[in-house]
């Protein structure tokens, strides 16, 4: 099993996709601490989200946990899969009243980071963490 998890091709392009999907969400997980009214439980409370306090904490810790991952390579198929559903919870509760009140272009404006951080958090899932990866080692080293 943790062979599957930790696969990877030697692709030495994939570190690009890891840098800015893992720094992106290591960011939003620290503002979510550093700014919980606006970021984090606030946001939370404002958008309608049950357990408010629950939700910024748990989303914000698994933001740093999981970014730190990806930009570790490490884990990086398993780290991928909470962000995939961070950012389809993410796209379904803030941009469906966009798209029924302003219309498809302005959701379409206002969800490109999240489009862009859900596609890159699949294409992760998908590939791995690439040759610069902590998973690359990992595998090396359980042949």
Request: charged fraction near 15%; include cysteine; hydrophobic fraction near 45%.
């Amino acid at each position: 099993m943790i062979k599957k998890i930790i696969h990877t091709d030697y692709s030495k392009t994939t570190i690009l996709v890891r840098l800015i999907v893992g720094a992106v969400f290591l960011s939003e997980g620290i503002q979510k601490f550093l700014f919980p009214d606006t970021r984090g439980t606030g946001r939370f409370e404002k958008i309608g989200l049950p357990s408010p306090e629950f939700l910024g904490s748990i989303v914000g810790t698994f933001e740093i946990l999981c970014g730190v991952c990806v930009l570790l390579g490490l884990l990086t198929r398993l780290a991928s899969t909470p962000l995939i559903i961070i950012m389809l919870v993410a796209i379904a509760t803030t941009k469906a009243e966009v798209l029924a009140n302003q219309g498809f272009w302005e959701m379409l404006h206002g969800s490109r980071t999240d489009w862009s951080m859900l596609l890159g958090s699949i294409f992760l899932l998908i590939k791995g963490g690439g040759y610069w990866s902590l998973d690359k080692q990992l595998m090396k080293n359980g042949k």
